[in-house]
RNA sequence: GCGCCGGUAGCUCAAUUGGCAGAGCAUUUGACUCUUAAUCAACAGGUUCCGGGUUCAAGUCCCGGCCGGCGCACCA
């Protein structure tokens, strides 16, 4: 059995099928060169043998003949799945496949099982989860999706960059879950003997980054939410988030805008996409609506956060949404929304203006004292990110805090607890910033026209198998 | 967590009102000097997800469990 421990292997398949595109039918071009790659089809014809090899760039034939290759018995003899590194000389086939005609081979490594059924591929969702490294193999569309994610995150990279941001790392492990509303995953360590929290988001470090003289700072990474499983969520995943000082929301919302454009003008070569079969636009600038004025549409009455309370929960009890005893008009405000227009918000969209209640970390509106300065945007009737003028007043702060410490003991069990590590860094002083949080997993899925989050993560969290 | 749907050979899928569990591909063997999902022939391949139950008889019906898809809830 013929087995290496490495190749020197020269050319990728798909470079071979274009500089030897002019080849005509019959014609050997002279050249030798080296690929490697796995075994996709192979068809044997007496003392002739055609395989299809892919690599990392494209596939091309392999044309074995009993006269030219080596041990040619046991080249037609392969595998499908098995990886081989071939020496051969670049030719056409009389019937106009390019090919390398092999002179010498290695198989580099055996395939113990199949990759599915090489017409349908493999179906199985669990089976195309537990074992990506299949399921790339046999789904092109999971290798592609898998790719443009990849591309997704290098733009992101690429551009906040070029805009002057300062790529930071911040803790995962939280001594208390901060920075957002959402139930934490606990562990401990063992040294320390002390509880830890895997982040929620890195929010708070960052502006304390911002408070240490880092003007501009981002951190792509991995969040943890101990929270439901959907097509839309996974339990761990990755978002941007991204500080600037001296900006304020609107500044963030005209930098968000054009990061996702460009990354889908980097991506796809264009700001108007197709999603699940719909033309979908991410086209600057994006159309800014006030939460208010959305709510107030989706129920068919002006209603604001300064209706009262009792008017809102009715309207809510109309929808079927039971409003919880911790909600306020705020929170109110943002159900009648969520519950009436969210869903409708199909091109990319700035919804502008959330409550006080609901943004605890979000600088007061001026003219309005129960909203804020914060924007989210929409596409495809999902969020895709979160921005806004940051608080920088400790003392507002810590009673925003204080709030929210008074909604967890009504049992909000989403609510933030006071952090006093981040209140003593704003006593430092935090100049004006403005804050973005963008959901790359989301994006990824509008640039992949993917409907499910698992998709463009190439190992979503599964259960694990018991029995 | 709740609801609906699904799980049959390594992979993709069939199996009529409950009546002998099948095909294609892959694997194995053989034929074939220009194939393209090659073709042709043959062999082999099964705890029908698991555990109970009903029945003369269960892949099919009932109950429980496991895993998945979708929806709801939660959220990004």
Redesign the pocket.
Known sequence: MTSSYQFDHNAFAADLQSNYAALSD?EESGVQVRVAGRLM????????A?A?MRDSSGEV?L?A???VTEEFEAF??L??GDWVGVEGEVVR?????L?VKVATWVRLAEAL??F????????????R?RHREADLW?NDVSRRSLLRRSHVVRAVRERCWAQGFVEVETPILNPIPTG????PFKTHHNALDAEFFLRIAPELWLKRLVVGGFERVFEIGRLF?N?????????E?T?LELYAAYWNYEDMMTFTEELVAGVALDVLGTTEIEYQGRQLSLSTPWARRSMTELASEGVGEEISVHTPREHLVKLLADRD?VAHASWGPGRCLEELFG?TMEATLWDAVFVTGHPVEISPLARRDPDDELLTQRFESYAAG?????GFSELIDPVEQRARFEDQARLAAAGDD?AMVIDEDYLRALEWGLPPTAGL?V?L??LAMLIADE????EVIAF?T??????
Do not use: C
């Open positions: 019959g089809l192979l068809r044997r014809q007496g003392k002739l055609f299809t034939q044309f003949l009993s006269q037609s003899k595998h499908l086939t009389k019937r106009g496949e090919s099982h199949n599915g059924d090489k017409w349908a591929g493999i179906a199985d969702f669990d089976l989860y046999a957002a509303a959402a139930r939410r929270e439901g499983v959907s097509p839309r969520h996974n339990p995943f978002s949404v519950a999902r969020e895709l990110s979160n989403e949080g959901g997993d989301r409907s499910n989050i698992r979503p599964l259960k694990p198998l018991r029995d």
